[in-house]
T-cell receptor, first 116, second 114 residues
Framework: DAGVIQSPRHEVTEMGQEVTLRCKPI?????LFWYRQTMMRGLELLIY????????DSGMPEDRFSAKMPNASFSTLKIQPSEPRDSAVYFC??????????????FGPGTRLTVT | AQTVTQSQPEMSVQEAETVTLSCTYD???????LFWYKQPPSRQMILVIR??????QNATENRFSVNFQKAAKSFSLKISDSQLGDTAMYFC???????????FGGGTRVLVKP
């Protein structure tokens, strides 16, 4: 299995531009998670999907952030417009979720976003 | 809300020695899991070990073992025979089954010295 795939690995953009991060979960997993990692706030859950449906988006910082999962093998996290404080590493993770007992989340390599 | 606390921001250990990382958590839930993740400089998050709260026996994975004290809500990680490749950030994480969410601690940076 290729694991969780994220693209791009690095993104540098100017303030005000739209940014789209992409994720392909592990085949067969039915839960997908988006996290943000910063020095100040550590690892934060932004949103998660179960069977392609957003279940909890309480971690999404503001309306500039949106996430979609049009099918079981693809998800996007979009920031529009981007701001310098959005600079962080964004991780996507997937798992089998309930009702299986193996709840481990497998993480992608992350996307390092820099907004200048 | 569940919280996870790692009180040691940084630890160093000599190669081949043992180091123990502490983690405490707060929850009113009964059905949960605990994990330790490793994040080396490559920034990849790697699952090291897991513990089901309903199991009394402490989990072990090769050189990694945990000391799970449910009543004290403590979940420490012991790395035995430390290797240079163990240098990384280590995150303790709490998984709440009903919520299907992971809550992470702030991390402990481990430096293994030759």
């Amino acid at each position: 299995d290729a694991g969780v795939i994220q693209s791009p690995r690095h993104e540098v953009t100017e303030m005000g531009q739209e940014v789209t991060l992409r994720c392909k979960p592990i085949s067969g997993h039915n839960s997908l998670f988006w996290y943000r990692q910063t020095m100040m706030r550590g690892l934060e859950l932004l949103i998660y999907f179960n069977n392609n449906v957003p279940i909890d988006d309480s971690g999404m910082p503001e309306d500039r952030f949106s996430a979609k999962m049009p099918n079981a093998s693809f998800s996007t996290l979009k920031i529009q417009p981007s701001e310098p404080r959005d600079s962080a590493v964004y991780f996507c993770a997937s798992s089998f979720g309930t009702p299986r007992r193996d709840y481990e989340q497998y993480f992608g390599p992350g996307t390092r976003l820099t907004v200048t | 809300a569940q919280t996870v606390t790692q009180s040691q921001p940084e630890m160093s250990v000599q190669e081949a020695e043992t180091v123990t990382l502490s983690c405490t958590y707060d929850t009113s839930e009964n059905n949960y899991y605990l994990f330790w993740y490793k994040q080396p400089p490559s920034r990849q998050m790697i699952l090291v070990i897991r513990q089901e709260a309903y199991k009394q026996q402490n989990a072990t994975e090769n050189r990694f073992s945990v000391n799970f004290q449910k009543a004290a809500k403590s979940f420490s990680l012991k790395i035995s025979d430390s290797q240079l490749g163990d240098t990384a950030m280590y995150f303790c994480a709490f998984y709440w089954a009903a919520g299907n969410k992971l809550t992470f601690g702030g991390g402990t940076r481990v430096l293994v010295k030759p």
